[in-house]
Structure formats: structure tokens, C-alpha cells
Antibody, heavy 122, light 110 residues
């Protein structure tokens, strides 16, 4: 059974870059033609889509995060990465990676990692 | 402020039926399906319902979803103590060119 596990820097200073990795185990990231997303949740608040990497290689990000987001997929290492530049306290959140299922009518996350807390503080 | 609107909380007694509403717009519910996620404290969200009303394998049939126009709802029949959690609706949104979520509804079992 496919499993996702996020890891990375738990504490990031303001203005620096947040870097996270999502390791996929139990199967190949390349099989099935899936897309992969990052979603975040500030403490005590709701969910926010950060962006996704389509299986074709095309990326799409939340406009609210502008050009600060880079999502990449390393198929040789079975990992998805997230980089968020110029972070502020508003970027403090639990960050989740998730697998995307989509079609002409639907778009949803069927598999989630457990999440990792990132705190932005000096 | 979320694109999809949900009540912040609802409650019920064991065995009761509770319904969670989710209000959207033409740019999301007008063309795309609603999905529902359940989240327990400290845990990741879990997909419950996709394509408006399809239960993910293993989800009890007391959970049901529906959508009409720009409104959707999740119903929990025969409420159980283990259903106490936060529930989020979500859908693709053409204005964002990405998925949007509701603010979440906390279900309390009295």
C-alpha cells in the first residue's frame, strides 16, 4: 500500500527558504500517471492548497503564493519536494503532501501524508 | 476567508442524523464535483466522499454526500462518538485554477 511521509526543516527563519520532502513508499511515484500536491494548514485553521506537479511535468501553484513556490518530483528517489522562498510567520503551518486523482469533472486528494509542522521564527 | 462556506460547528446525539452544508459558486460547484474530508486532531485529512456522492472504499454507508446547483451537503446518519471530527468540503475552482476548501465544520457528539 502506498504511503507518503513528509520531512524537512521544522524551524525556518523569516526571509529564508522552507524545504520539504515527501517520500513515497510501497510503490513507484511514476506508476499510474498520478499528480502530486502540497497542502498546508496553519495551526487551528483550515486547509490551503499550495500547488501541484502534474505527471506530465507541468506545475501549477496557488496565485496567493505567487512565484515563491517550487514543486519538483524526483522519480529516481521516489520523492516530491517543496520549496517556499521568503517565508514569514504567516507560512507557519502543518504541511501535507497528497496524491491527486482528477478527471474532467472531479479533482481530489485520495492519499495524504501525516504532515510535518514548520514554524517560521527567528 | 474560504471560497467555500461551511458552518463552523454542528452537534448531535448518538444515533441522530446531522447535516453539514457547503456553499460554493459557479466557478467551482457549477462545473465540478464536491469532495469531503474528515480530519481528527493532530492527523491528516482523510477522503470520505468524492464525485459529489461516492464513498471511498471502507467508508461506512452512514456517510452520504449530495450536491445541487452551487450547494452541497454531507450527511451523517446514526451519529457515533467516533464521528467527532472536523469535516472539510473541497472542489476544483476555475477562478483559482486549483482546488479550494471550505473553512471546516467541527462535529461534536453530545
Amino acid at each position: 500500500q502506498l504511503q507518503l511521509q513528509e520531512s524537512g526543516s521544522g524551524l525556518v527563519k523569516p526571509s529564508q527558504t522552507l524545504s520539504l520532502t515527501c517520500a513515497v513508499s510501497g510503490g513507484s511515484i511514476s506508476s499510474g500517471g498520478f499528480s502530486w500536491s502540497w497542502i498546508r494548514q496553519p495551526p487551528g485553521k483550515g486547509l490551503e492548497w499550495i500547488g501541484h506537479r502534474h505527471h506530465s511535468g507541468r506545475s501549477s501553484n496557488n496565485p496567493s503564493l505567487k512565484s515563491r513556490v517550487t514543486i519538483s518530483v524526483d522519480r529516481s528517489k521516489n520523492k516530491i519536494s517543496l520549496q517556499l522562498t521568503s517565508v514569514t510567520a504567516a507560512d507557519t503551518a502543518v504541511y501535507f503532501c497528497a496524491r491527486v486523482i482528477y478527471g474532467d469533472y472531479d479533482w481530489y486528494f485520495d492519499l495524504w501524508g501525516r504532515g510535518t509542522l514548520v514554524i517560521v521564527s527567528s | 476567508q474560504s471560497v467555500l462556506t461551511q458552518p463552523p460547528s454542528t452537534s448531535g446525539t448518538p444515533g441522530q442524523r446531522v447535516t453539514i452544508s457547503c456553499s460554493g459558486s459557479i466557478s467551482n460547484f457549477g462545473s465540478y464535483a464536491v469532495n469531503w474530508y474528515q480530519q481528527f486532531p493532530g492527523a491528516a485529512p482523510k477522503l470520505l466522499i468524492y464525485s459529489d456522492n461516492q464513498r471511498l472504499s471502507g467508508i461506512p454507508d452512514r456517510f452520504s454526500g449530495s450536491k445541487s446547483g452551487t450547494s452541497a451537503s454531507l450527511a451523517i446518519s446514526g451519529l457515533q462518538s467516533e464521528d467527532e471530527a472536523d469535516y472539510y468540503c473541497a472542489a476544483w475552482d476555475d477562478s483559482l485554477s486549483g482546488p479550494v476548501f471550505g473553512g471546516g465544520t467541527k462535529v461534536t457528539v453530545l
